[in-house]
């Protein structure tokens, strides 16, 4: 029996894992690093032993640290989540010979499919379809390779996953920079840098489905998710049941991943992956010897709790249900909230969350890893959470779970929830038409036009509570809001949302109610209700509830279509930095890892130049234009911030 589980993970995962491991009676334990010692999952366990050090490399990767925690804390049972140490077999078979509870597959089932080539090849022989592939050793013939796969191809690490470490390629030349940036991206995340080319299916989906077997030979499916909608080979949205999938095909995906299953003898949670053709033939990717990020969905349309029967069957117990007793009941569908950029091409962003508040309704299921005040790196992915909706049919659940992330408060740091809701309510999602290739052929928008009367009423809001709190704490409490001896100017406000002014006048009248003057029109407002979170004020005959909440010159003012940011123009301007002309900067705080120029040379326009990874990714500077290297800033191995300079390039 487990009675102390070490949660050898962070984040979301950590305090999901932690939720069931604690509802079943189990104690657990955390790891962390130096920068997740304040983390909401260190609070959740009951003890927590630090790792000492800042890196994944210097912290979850490390077997040995990981281990001795599991000592020292007396746990007796090891649960590893997903990414970081969950399918390496090395790790795993260390937590079995130091005499403590694996929670997860053999080790021999996770070395099998640990190289993802490797286990093509007995897929292949188990009778399950395959995507043409080759291992692409050093020095390897490229052309020959492309020729044996075909165009277009992805570059693909063999080990790992969550989009780490692939490339798609068109083209034979785009080879060689392909390869050694997946390799790059591979040994950093993984600490393996070996890739393969297979051949890449144009219009297909991501579906996958979910195994779970027991140590007395008990093996069943819980049917399938779908996956495709995805941005640099990462899922952002899952859904159960997928729409492109009859029964027919259903029995046909679940028999083929209970055959991949038995393949190698497969106990605990996992997940098949197949791509889904246009035409219905389907395809084996990998498996995943691992709880996969997605899998509340599959929770919530089969009323299982997966980590539940894995803890049950790493301490021995035998599957309670057979494949008869599952049935898929209703819809649900997952979206995953980074902190990112959608804008800017989806890149991370770092920051501080300086509000989280989950939507008191619709219902839907918040796994995160994240609260007020939690401060978002360069060292770690930039997932904040998951939110799932589960509802009697697909379009409600999509409606259900945009609406929920509409209302959701997160203020501080940019994130993709705009996108996801756009995404959700796009006609083409709802009409199923969901290939992996959704968000460049779709193109949802990026972020929310807030209207101009959504952006006036916002304004309007921000000054009036800046005007009532400082009331609250004023000598002159006593007195009407606004209230002045004398006839006085308006209180005038201007604020900036992206790149549009909103200029706001104000004045105190008799009755308690304000003469406000936005974007040029005079109209009455009166403040109905306002405490330090939220305000009701009257515009027009119609009453507007929003929280205001402000961090310096910063405003979010979350209201019914969710969050509008202003900044709070100073009445005096203040001194800005001056920017160098051809100057590139740092798109966020990283490592350069490649230089590719020299201070004096020519380089052509898109030519690459510097190569920054942060958040397990690299980032490519490339040039604008063509011209000549003017100046030089930074050198393999510097460590850079957001903004700084690196590269100055002079026009031709």
């Not at 080759?134 to 020729?147: F, K, P, V």
């Not at 991501?206 to 499916?221: A, P, R, S, T």
């Not at 995906?253 to 949670?269: C, D, F, N, V």
């Not at 991370?348 to 005040?373: L, N």
């Amino acid at each position: 029996m487990i009675t102390t589980l070490l949660v050898a993970n962070r984040g979301e995962i950590a305090r999901r894992v932690m939720r069931t491991a604690a509802a079943m009676g189990i104690r657990t334990v955390a790891v962390y690093s130096d920068g997740d010692a304040h983390s909401p999952f260190v609070r959740d366990a009951d003890l927590a032993v630090p790792l000492h050090g800042q890196t994944a490399a210097e912290t979850y990767l490390d077997v040995a640290k990981v281990l001795d925690a599991a000592r020292l804390a007396g746990a007796d049972g090891v649960h590893p989540g997903y990414g970081f140490l969950s399918e390496n077999a090395d790790f795993a078979r260390a937590v079995v010979e130091a005499g403590m509870i694996w929670v997860g597959p053999t080790p021999a089932a996770i070395a099998a499919m640990g190289d993802k080539l490797a286990a093509k090849t007995l897929m292949e022989e188990a009778g399950v379809r395959t995507l043409p592939s080759l291992r692409l050793e050093e020095g390897a013939d490229l052309g020959a390779a492309a020729t044996e796969v075909g165009f277009p191809a992805l570059v693909k690490a063999a080990a790992g996953g969550g989009g780490k470490g692939m490339r798609v390629v068109e083209r034979e030349e785009e080879l060689q920079a392909a390869i050694a940036g997946a390799r790059r991206e591979a040994l950093a995340a993984f600490g393996d840098g070996t890739v393969f080319l297979e051949r890449y299916l144009t219009g297909a989906r991501h579906v996958e489905v979910q195994i779970l077997g027991d140590k007395h030979g008990n093996l069943v499916h819980l049917f399938e998710r779908e996956c495709s909608i995805q941005r640099r080979h990462q899922k952002v949205i899952e859904e159960s049941p997928s729409s492109a999938v009859s029964p027919a095909l259903r029995e046909r995906m679940g028999q083929a991943g209970l055959l991949a299953a038995k393949a190698i003898g497969y106990e605990s949670a996992g997940t098949v992956e197949f791509l889904l053709a246009p035409d219905g033939a389907f395809y084996f990717l990998e498996v995943n010897t691992r709880l996969q990020v997605e899998h509340p969905v599959t929770e919530m349309v089969t009323g299982l709790d997966l980590v539940r029967e894995q803890l049950l069957v790493a301490q021995g117990a035998a599957l309670s249900f057979t494949q008869s007793d599952l049935t898929l009941t209703g819809h649900a569908v997952e979206a995953r909230l980074y902190a990112e950029d959608p804008d800017n091409d989806f890149l991370p962003v770092t920051g501080t969350v300086r509000v989280w508040e989950p939507a008191a309704s619709p219902e839907a299921r918040y796994d995160s890893g994240i609260e007020s005040g939690s401060r978002v790196g360069v060292e770690f992915d930039p997932m904040l959470a998951k939110v799932i909706a589960h509802a009697p049919t697909r379009a409600e659940a999509a409606l259900r779970l945009a609406l929920a992330l509409e209302r959701t408060a997160i203020q501080g740091t940019t994130t993709n929830r705009d996108f996801l809701v756009a995404t959700l309510r796009h006609p083409a999602f709802l009409a199923g038409d969901t290939s992996t290739d959704f968000i460049t052929k779709i193109d949802p928008p990026r972020s929310r036009a807030v209207a101009p009367a959504e952006l006036e009423v916002a304004a309007v809001q921000a000054a009036l509570a800046a005007q009532s709190w400082r009331r609250a704490t004023s000598a002159l409490g006593r007195f009407p809001s606004g209230w002045r001896n004398s006839i006085l100017p308006s209180e005038t406000f201007t604020y900036l949302h992206a790149d549009r002014s909103v200029p706001v006048a104000y004045r105190a009248l008799r009755d308690g109610s304000f003469a406000v003057t936005v974007a040029g029109r005079t109209t009455t407002a009166r403040v109905l209700e306002c405490s330090d979170r939220e305000i009701e004020v009257e515009l027009d005959g119609i009453r507007h509830r929003s929280t205001v909440r402000n961090h310096g010159p910063r405003w979010w003012v979350h209201g019914p279509r969710g969050d509008v940011e202003l900044a709070l123009v100073p009445r005096f301007p203040e001194p800005e930095a001056e920017g160098v002309a051809g100057g590139l900067v740092a798109p966020l705080p990283g490592a350069v890892i490649a230089v590719q120029v020299t201070a004096g040379g020519r380089v052509e326009e898109g030519q690459l130049l510097v190569i920054v990874e942060a958040m397990k990714m690299e980032h490519r500077i490339t040039a604008p234009h063509a011209g000549t290297v003017a100046e030089l800033r930074v050198a393999a191995g510097d460590q850079v911030a957001a903004g700084d300079l690196l590269v100055v390039l002079e026009e031709a």
